[in-house]
């Protein structure tokens, strides 16, 4: 006949099935602090469990270090009947079944030693009584099983782009940022899977033994846009540069993104960076003039300064243009004080009408974590002069700027696409840009490489289109600034942007990284 305890509370459940009324005396009396024991387990209170074995304190710390290790949800364990060994002791095999999140049903057999004390029978406990392979200063925890997918770059191998795929929580085999984090569930299987139980150094937390419980199934892998080429060829171009800097590649044609390289890794400033663009935006004050009647030759002046309502505008270095000069001619060198005066032309309104044919400010589902920049409406005379150069209070982010280049290029605007699988709905621009506005910015970029301020691209294969820019940030006198450069390629399908954070000037510090990367591509 079979004896029975059980003890549960929605979480644990404990079971004893014993033998019968012919039982050993000591078997019987061996069986009761053993059922505490298990049942103190189960219901995982360690410290209670630990007040019926031999050494108290040795089995409260290791039991607390493995409930602590493996966070079960749910702990049953079924002992089977004694059996009394010729030097008086006990043993009772059991069995542990637990229910861990990442790891799923884990289930092992043990023994337990039970002895008589002075009278008093107690759970002789050791390592290997919570599992047979335990040893002394080891504990029970999990770890990854490799069964984790991958995020993938456009070839299908592991994206090699450490700030824009994330991280993995060691501990917890969760993907803590970037893409990691964004598609935890997918590449995890749900996280019903992924960790294994191991024996482990209490000390170091090392795995010093896998305990064959695999976990069940792999999760999905994350197709990216990213072209691995392409991404070697900009991580390579920022290799040299001390500071913040970044690089962001895509094809006009799809919106696809072929590269975003970041340096340091940590923050994505690629995609999520905000920041003053500084002349380069004037590509959409370009766009705001040009819709409004302006032409590439029509005579624009360029003096060394501008005041608006007591506020000094100058050029880099304070340069000037002579008398003759034309609108080609201030884009091309970059002109702030001509953009400036240029603002009485322009409503309140018109920077912000002109951005939103390119995108800007709009909601963008690109599969990744971005910043698709903003450009207010204006709201007096010196935030509009500010702001027709790339200054107050509009910003962007190296992907807005590169896909800036590439709605050029391309005649209209097509969102940027990094996880295509996951996008679910792209944003489509309120505005469309005028294809006249659009062949004549593809004008005046090619002449910012040939006679102006993007001379270092001049002479490059693929006959590239730029503008360049140096952006005033941080207050201080002189100004610090970011250098940035835009373009395109126009004999194939990239438009991109260089960022050097603090960098100094659009054409003398970002215009060499620029080069470089499309000297890198054009081998």
Partial sequence: ???????????????????????????TSARKPLA?????????????????????????????????????????????GGRKKDDGE???????????????DLTWRSRARVVDTSGSWKVAFTSPTVHPELTSGQTLALKSTGNRARVLDAEGDPLQADSLVGTVDPATGKGASGLEARYDK??????????????????????????????????????????????RAAADALADFDGN????????????????????????????????????????TAAALLKGGLRPGDPAACPKFADVDG???????????????????????????????????????????????????????????????SVPVNTGDNDKAAATIGQARVLASPLVMASMAATVKNGGFDQPVLVPDEVRKKYRAPARLDTEVAGR????????????????????????????????????????????MIGYQGGSDLAWSVLLEDGGSGGADAGPVAARFLRALAR
Wanted: charged share 20%.
């Fill in 311 to 373: 506020q000094r505008f100058e050029n880099q270095d304070q340069f000037d243009l002579p008398s003759g000069s034309t609108f080609r001619d201030v884009f091309a060198r970059s002109c702030n004080t001509y953009f400036v005066n240029a603002r009485g032309w322009l409503s309140d309104t018109a920077l912000r009408d002109a951005a939103q044919a390119f995108g800007i400010g709009g909601s963008w589902d690109v599969g990744a974590s971005t910043y698709d920049g």
């Fill in 1 to 27: 006949m079979a004896l029975g305890l059980l003890a549960g509370g929605g979480y644990a459940v404990f079971s004893l099935l014993g033998g019968d009324a012919q039982d050993d005396e000591q078997v």
């Fill in 90 to 104: 006990v043993d009772f095999p059991f069995t542990v079944s637990m229910t861990v999140p990442g790891a799923g």
């Fill in 186 to 231: 997918v590449l995890s299987g749900g996280g019903k899977a992924g960790k294994s139980l191991v024996a482990a150094d209490r000390e170091s937390g090392r795995a010093v033994k896998n305990l064959g419980t695999e976990a069940k199934a792999a999760g999905r892998p994350v197709r990216t846009t990213i072209d691995p080429r392409v991404q």
């Fill in 441 to 484: 910015l593809r004008e005046l970029m090619r002449a910012t490489v040939t006679s102006g301020s993007a001379h270092a691209l001049k002479g490059l294969p693929g006959e590239p289109h730029a503008k360049t820019g140096t952006a005033e940030f941080g207050g201080d006198n002189p100004p610090r600034t970011h250098a940035w």
């Fill in 245 to 284: 800097a970044a690089i962001v590649a895509v094809n006009p044609d799809n919106g696809r993104i072929l590269a975003a390289a970041n340096r340091p890794g940590g923050l994505n400033r690629a995609l999520e960076g905000r920041y003053p663009p500084g002349s380069t935006f004037k590509v959409v």
């Fill in 36 to 80: 505490a024991f298990l049942a103190g387990w189960a219901a995982h209170d360690a410290r209670k469990a630990a007040r019926y074995t031999d050494t108290p304190d040795s089995a409260a710390s290791l039991l607390t270090s493995v409930l602590t290790n493996l966070k079960p949800s749910k702990t049953t364990i079924d002992a089977a």
